[in-house]
């Protein structure tokens, strides 16, 4: 059964406008980053913690950039 998508709240994206000076491809590229970022942190952990732990449960990321249970 496929997970809801997260919500965005909408101050969340116009703080991020508003921090980047209206420049909206800069927001855009910063989110991006932070998207990369957070993969490679996924992928780090799924290395740190056992599959035991976990009871076999391993992150995948889908090809649409969404995480897969």
């Not at 980047?20 to 800069?26: K, L, Q, S, T, Y």
């Not at 996924?42 to 391993?58: D, E, I, N, P």
């Amino acid at each position: 059964m496929p997970r809801p998508a997260p919500v965005v709240e909408s101050d969340d994206v116009d703080w991020m406008i508003i921090e980047h000076a209206g420049d909206m491809r800069a927001a855009l590229e910063t989110a991006m980053i932070e998207i990369e970022r957070l993969r490679h942190e996924l992928a780090l952990a799924s290395l740190a913690v056992s599959s035991g732990f976990t009871r076999g449960w391993q992150p995948t990321i889908a090809t649409d950039g969404h995480t897969q249970g």
